[in-house]
């Protein structure tokens, strides 16, 4: 571990950690809970979600007007994210200000009203929200195939939950997932840009070691199931997503996937770009990507097109993965999409809040720190033949699952006539 970036831990044991960045002239704080929609009930699905908003909505010491402006005068600014996995909230601001920033941030997390008036409105932000995500076809798909590939498990249904759970909580149930969850050992603190190491521990042994422990998890991994599936829409254009079970977070062979992604399915220069946005002008976006939680993990290709063209396309991308794996990698292929990724995670983190959020997953996904540096070595020591090894394991015909958002008729003669797909 390199000097800048330290795990260090408050007396309670809550872990701390720190990157500092010399010539940075901001910081950024963030307290991440190892609690996200995968740990809801089925009736209180989107709570996770809910509480996330409602942390916003004020403190005994701050209304949530005072709140915003009393950040916005320090020169930052302040979210929250919830995932299947983390909730998180986050603030920036200004070095010079940063004292009073993160005493903001520790009121928000420990002490919210969570008053019944408040859920009454933003109940309705959090529905409007939902209500977007399902009439916008290119992020709606990838819930759709999570509940195609992991079916009735919480990883199969979105962050949000769903329209008719929302509208069921109340403020009640808020203070019990609150309470319940919002405590160590699920929680860490992280903290970068210009900072003071030993106050940002100070700070957090101050403001959370008097919290009560609350009970580890138990997660039950889900069982990816290969099937096809049609989700009927009425407009023309299909949206289609291919995937197959992957590797979890913490698995070695992780950057080797995210390279065998990257030369399949990343930038322009990659197989599926050229193979088939470029030679066929069927498909304006057609891109592979994946996901990793803690136990489990998916490689995906993502692409939108005409209905009528959409069993020719995943055609073509079975070709395309069957010559990957007869053929394995071209010249200059594997250099290529290393410094493509290289080159995207230097970029990324260039501030101090992208770090922040680095750390803070990374350490919630696997237990490690790790520095870009580090993550650039291991990706540097992935030769061809790791990459067609995880071909040959991961891209299996047999455990392929396909999530159609399309006009139903067309998709589902489509999807019977894929039976003889094959690499």
Not at 269 to 286: A, H
Request: glycine share 6%.
């Amino acid at each position: 571990m390199s000097d800048e970036i330290k795990l260090l831990h408050t007396p309670a044991g809550i872990p701390v950690i720190t990157e500092s960045i010399s010539h940075s002239h901001s910081a950024s704080a963030a307290v991440y809970f190892g609690t996200g929609s995968r740990d809801e009930t089925d009736k209180k699905a989107g709570i996770a979600h809910l509480l996330e908003h409602m942390m916003f909505k004020g403190t005994p010491r701050r209304s949530s007007k005072d709140i915003a402006e009393e950040i916005e005068a320090a020169g930052g600014e302040h979210n929250g994210y919830t995932t299947y996995e983390v909730t998180c909230y986050h603030i920036s601001s200004l070095d010079e200000t940063f004292r009073s920033s993160v005493d903001i941030l520790s009121d928000m997390v420990k002490n919210p009203l969570l008053k019944q008036s408040d859920l009454d409105t933003e109940r309705n932000v959090v529905i409007q929200e939902i209500r977007m995500m399902e009439n916008d076809p290119d992020d709606y798909i990838h819930t759709l195939f999570s509940q195609t590939i992991w079916g009735e498990h919480p990883l199969g249904r979105s962050e949000a939950g769903f329209v008719e759970t929302v509208k069921a909580l109340n403020a009640e149930d808020l203070q019990d997932f609150f309470t319940t969850n919002y405590r160590p050992p699920r929680m860490t603190v992280v903290a970068t840009g210009s900072i003071d190491e030993e106050a940002i521990v100070d700070w957090a042994a101050t403001n959370f070691d008097d919290l009560t422990a609350g009970k580890e998890k138990e997660r039950q991994p889900p069982v990816p199931q290969a099937q096809f599936m049609v989700y009927p829409k009425k407009d023309p254009q299909a949206y289609v997503c291919m995937g197959f079970p992957a590797l979890k977070s913490a698995d070695p062979a992780r950057p080797a996937q995210r390279l065998l992604s990257a030369i399949f399915g990343a930038g322009m220069s990659s197989r599926l770009f050229q193979e088939i946005r470029e030679k066929t002008g069927m498909v304006y976006e057609i891109y592979a990507s994946g996901t990793a939680y803690t136990d489990c993990g998916t490689l995906d290709v993502l692409f939108n097109t005409d209905v009528k063209k959409q069993e020719e396309i995943i055609r073509l991308v079975a070709a395309e993965i069957k010559k990957l794996k007869e053929e394995g990698l071209r010249d200059g292929e594997l250099a290529r999409a290393k410094h493509l990724m290289k080159g995207a995670y230097v970029r990324r983190f260039e501030s101090s809040e992208a770090r922040m959020i680095r750390l803070g997953e990374s350490y919630m996904a696997t237990g490690k720190v790790s520095t870009i540096d580090e993550l650039l070595e291991k990706m540097d020591a992935v030769t061809e033949e790791d990459i067609a090894r995880l071909a040959e394991e991961l891209l299996v015909r047999s455990k392929l699952s396909i999530a159609v958002h399309a006009p139903e008729k067309e998709s589902k003669k489509a999807v019977k006539n894929l039976a003889d797909l094959d690499f």
